[in-house]
Nanobody
Framework: QVLLVESGGGSVQAGGSLRLSCAVS????????AGWFRQTPGRAREGAAA???????TYADSVKGRFTISKDNAENIVYLQMNSLKPEDTAMYYC?????????????????????????WGRGTQVNVSS
């Protein structure tokens, strides 16, 4: 059973930084894809950043140049470094992982994407950015 546990959320002022971590367990290999999605009340979950098993990364237009996703294959941790945070980044952030391919589903508004069915989701970590 694949298990994902997020940590690192919190409250920061605009312009600040946070690093989210997603501890991944249950895979017998490191060739899985992963991603970070975010969701606000009343809205669908949307992609922020994704990383493929070969290390290729993709970012939503709204976070390009500010967020960096990375994957430590030795420790099985997926990180999301978030810099220059804005109030509109406030959301619950969820980690997803899948061994069959990308976690990115169909493209939706504003250069982001919906999730596709994945092996597992974390329970989320809240990020609050005040102006």
């Amino acid at each position: 059973q694949v298990l994902l546990v997020e940590s690192g959320g919190g409250s920061v002022q605009a312009g600040g930084s946070l690093r989210l971590s997603c501890a991944v367990s249950g895979y017998t290999h490191s060739t899985y894809s992963a991603g970070w999605f975010r969701q606000t009340p009343g809205r669908a979950r949307e992609g922020a950043a994704a990383i493929e098993s070969d290390g290729t990364t993709t970012y939503a237009d709204s976070v390009k140049g500010r967020f960096t996703i990375s994957k430590d294959n030795a420790e099985n941790i997926v990180y999301l470094q978030m810099n220059s945070l804005k109030p509109e980044d406030t959301a619950m952030y969820y980690c997803a992982a899948d061994s069959k391919g990308t976690v990115m589903g169909r493209q939706v508004r504003a250069g982001t994407w919906a999730p596709r069915p994945v092996d597992a989701w974390g329970r989320g970590t809240q990020v609050n950015v005040s102006s």
